[in-house]
């Protein structure tokens, strides 16, 4: 079964880190563009950043709300796509998405950001 | 960076009269190699969102071809030729042209 799914949300304080995890099976994770998407309780859809695959280069690019404070790496050898978030703000809170391609999305994860 | 405008935010629909979401582009979604980057998607209460339309009017496996995709340039449009009561959500148009951006999400609901 094609699947993505996604961990580590939860509470943290503003100016503080988490990362997330997103474990892909089912599918050539290796060959895949993977991405992160955000939605802000009661929001629309924010796309947070890319990354390509090895074989394409293995770059990101972001969105310009979080570029300089949220990486996304791979690791291909464990099928997952990490997020890693640094200097949280309020306005992060959100349920995050990992996308394979815009065809296969996680269920989310949620991440609260508030003292 | 492109900024995505849908209308209405808003669609009520009668149960099988057409519905018809509008996608407008700050800048020409053709990228270099000749294609247009413009997808829909569907958001259900509650659930994940799921791609139905890409590269304009091609649906993805699945979706029922009740949905359609056209248009060209800045200009787009998803219609539902007979809306069904699981039709009900949120509708978003992505451009994937220069990286990648969501419009504000059309919430269709029944009448």
């Known amino acids: 079964e094609v699947q993505l799914v996604e961990s580590g949300g939860g509470l943290v304080k503003p100016g503080g880190s988490l990362r997330l995890s997103c474990a892909a099976s089912?599918?050539?994770?290796?060959?895949?563009?993977m991405s992160w998407v955000r939605q802000a309780p009661g929001k629309g859809l924010e796309w947070l950043g890319r990354i390509r695959s090895e074989t394409d280069g293995g770059t990101a690019d972001y969105a310009a709300p979080v570029k300089g404070r949220f990486t996304i790496s791979r690791d291909d050898s464990r099928h997952t796509l990490y997020l890693q978030m640094n200097s949280l703000k309020t306005e992060d809170t959100a349920v995050y998405y990992c996308?394979?391609?815009?065809?296969?999305w996680g269920q989310g994860t949620l991440v609260t950001v508030s003292s | 960076d492109i900024v995505m405008t849908q209308s209405p935010l808003s669609l009520p629909v009668i149960l099988g009269q057409p519905a018809s979401i509008s996608c407008r582009s700050s800048q020409s979604l053709v990228y270099s190699d000749g294609n247009t980057y413009l997808s829909w998607f569907q958001q259900r209460p509650g659930q994940s969102p799921r791609r139905i339309i890409y590269k304009v009017s091609n649906r993805d496996s699945g979706v029922p071809d009740r949905f359609s995709g056209s248009g060209s340039g800045t200009d787009f449009t998803l219609r539902i030729s007979r809306v069904e009561a699981e039709d009900v959500g949120v509708y978003y148009c992505?451009?994937?042209?220069?990286?990648?951006?969501f419009g504000q999400g059309t919430k269709l609901e029944i009448k």
């Open positions: 089912g599918f050539s994770f290796s060959d895949a563009w």
């Open positions: 992505m451009q994937g042209t220069h990286w990648q951006t």
């Open positions: 996308t394979s391609e815009d065809i296969v």
